[in-house]
Structure formats: structure tokens, C-alpha cells
């Protein structure tokens, strides 16, 4: 036997049925900075030299941070 049951709610109505808190204004905070960090770096992403100047300057220290890592798990898992 199936039984559906059809709710006709807004996501705030729904949210505040379930007891969820309301991060509205969080997410514009979140969204407004991401706006701003787009618009500074706007141009970066229409030179391509630009862009790949910054991507291979971050990407090797992720790199390296990333080796580190691994290097204390397994100096960990060995004890």
C-alpha cells in the first residue's frame, strides 16, 4: 500500500514548520562577498596569462600543504 500526501508550502513556511532556523541574511553575506571578490578579480579571468600566473602561484603551495598532510597521517599511522 502507498500513500502520498501532497504539502502545499513555501520553504519558509516548511522551514519554520520543521523548526530550522532562517539564514537568509547569512547567505546574502555570503553571496554579496563572493559578488565583491568576482568584480576584484574580474579581470584576472579574462587574461589568460594573468589567470595561469595565479593559479600556478597558489596551486604549488596547495600542493606542498597537501603533502604535508599526507606526510603527518602517515608518520601517525605508523607509530
Known amino acids: 500500500m502507498k500513500i502520498t500526501i501532497n504539502v502545499d508550502c513555501t520553504p ?9 532556523p532562517d539564514l537568509t541574511a ?14 576584484e578579480n574580474i579581470d584576472t579571468l579574462s587574461d589568460p596569462v594573468r589567470f ?5 602561484a597558489t596551486g604549488g603551495q596547495s600542493f606542498e600543504a597537501m ?13
Request: glycine share 4%; hydrophobic share 45%; charged share 20%.
Open 12 to 20: 519558509e513556511e516548511a522551514r519554520t514548520f520543521f523548526g530550522l
Open 52 to 56: 595561469w600566473e595565479r593559479a600556478m
Open 26 to 39: 547569512v547567505n546574502q553575506v555570503v553571496t554579496d562577498a563572493l559578488a565583491i571578490r568576482v568584480q
Open 67 to 79: 603533502q604535508a598532510a599526507f606526510s603527518s597521517t602517515n608518520k601517525g599511522s605508523s607509530d
